[in-house]
């Protein structure tokens, strides 16, 4: 009994982790977003919020979404390494999109979303 408490605690230690390196990157890729923007990220926050897209904040001061989305892939890769290329793309096109990232960061309703991290 007490080896079985013991392997859930280490399961939760390890989501723990993961969830923690998930919200860390996602929240530094924010900010790079918003310093690209030339927005602090306070004011991208309201400006999502309201209904407005990376992608068309963007376009609205002349910055290619192409280039935005690539500092936000770079920035998620350097927080979440083990991560596939194409999870960091379906996270940083959700984040362009202005789309919520609900749930926890190994849980996903859309497959294409889903982050399965390697610890």
Partial sequence: MAMLIDSVRGIEGIYGTVASRFTVARQRAFNAAADELGMSPTELRSAVASGASLTKLAIGIGISPGALRSTIETTLNRGLLGVPASQLAALA????????????????SDDNAQIHLVV
């Fill in 93 to 108: 096109a959700r984040m362009m999109a202005g789309q919520p990232q609900e749930g926890s960061p190994l849980e996903s």
